[in-house]
């Protein structure tokens, strides 16, 4: 029997597998686009700074140098833009908010954390998106929740699918 006021509850846990799949989800949906804009404009910069350095070094040592240095921090973060982004999402991730439990009631979803409660009503949601392990939903391109699908105190990951599309009246993306 339901003993919980709400349909749905979830618990999870921010952990650096929950981050990582809120990255990899929102640069496969909703940043998709950007990332890609980002990392070419990444590419071409850096690429731009390594030629200028290199010619610039024989007769200006320290602007070559500042150009070739500023080319290869730019190449790296390029290559390696998934721990870029992760490494950026652990330093976002206010105190207290790494445990969090999400209730859905008929009208909003509210997050409990040890820093506090927010509410979210579901005309705020952007984008609901669903993988195996975890549903990810954006409330714009660079804000969004993540819930573990093995995370639900109440109710099921199945269920829940229904119930958020219902209530959003966004389509569910899989990927």
């Avoid at 500042?66 to 999402?89: A, E, H, N």
């Avoid at 908010?97 to 009503?121: K, L």
Wanted: hydrophobic share 45%; with cysteine.
């Amino acid at each position: 029997m339901n003993e919980s006021l709400y349909p749905f509850v979830n618990h999870t846990t921010y952990d650096l597998n929950a981050l990582r799949a809120l990255n990899d989800i929102a640069e496969a949906t909703v940043r998709k686009e950007k990332s890609r804009r980002t990392k070419f404009f990444g590419l071409i910069l850096g690429v731009f700074g390594l030629v200028a350095g290199a010619m610039l070094y024989p007769k200006q040592n320290l602007i070559g140098s500042l150009l070739l240095l500023y080319g290869v921090v730019l190449l790296i973060m390029v290559l390696r833009w998934k721990s870029f982004q992760l490494r950026t999402s652990q330093q976002q991730l206010q105190k207290g908010m790494r445990e969090c439990t999400y209730e859905f009631d008929e009208e909003e979803m509210i997050c409990n954390t040890e820093a506090g409660v927010t509410r979210h009503p579901y005309e705020q949601m952007f984008a609901v998106v669903s993988s195996a392990d975890w549903y990810a939903i954006f409330f714009d391109e660079s804000h969004g929740v993540m819930l573990d699908k093995k995370g639900f105190i109440e109710g099921d990951a199945m269920s829940f699918k229904s119930f958020i599309g219902q209530r959003t009246m966004l389509p569910i993306q899989e990927i």
